[in-house]
């Protein structure tokens, strides 16, 4: 279940104290099963979150460095992707599966 203050961050706005309190807390974050559709998400950090189950339908993403998120059906339906640094073991199909027909992506295939 997401965490609830992170989750009030983000959707009050407030990006700059939703960085520390990610920080706070080692960098990771959990936003399992969060809905975030059509948030603007672009100076989160994010690296470590996890994204298990969220659905970001068009999500502004850009330039963000989800390198380490754990993405595993998650949904990113018409989301702005330009830039993003993907997890190695999520595949540029699943990506386009997951932006062009909102496919939950498989993590690790």
């Known amino acids: ?6 989750l009030g961050f983000l959707q009050d706005e407030k990006t700059d104290q939703f960085n520390r309190y990610v ?6 974050v959990d936003l399992q099963n969060a809905h975030l559709r059509s948030y603007d998400l672009r100076k989160c950090h994010l690296t470590q979150a996890d994204l298990r189950g969220a659905y970001m339908r068009a999500t502004d993403i850009r330039a963000l460095d989800l390198s380490e998120a754990q993405l595993e059906g998650a949904s990113i339906k018409d989301a ?7 997890p190695r073991d999520v595949s540029a199909n699943e990506i386009n599966l997951s932006v062009t027909h909102g496919t939950r992506i498989r993590q690790g295939l």
Request: overall charge negative; aromatic content about 6%.
């Open 23 to 28: 920080e706070a807390q080692g960098g990771a």
């Open 80 to 86: 702005k992707i330009s830039g993003v640094q993907f």
């Open 1 to 6: 279940m997401a965490d609830q203050t992170a």
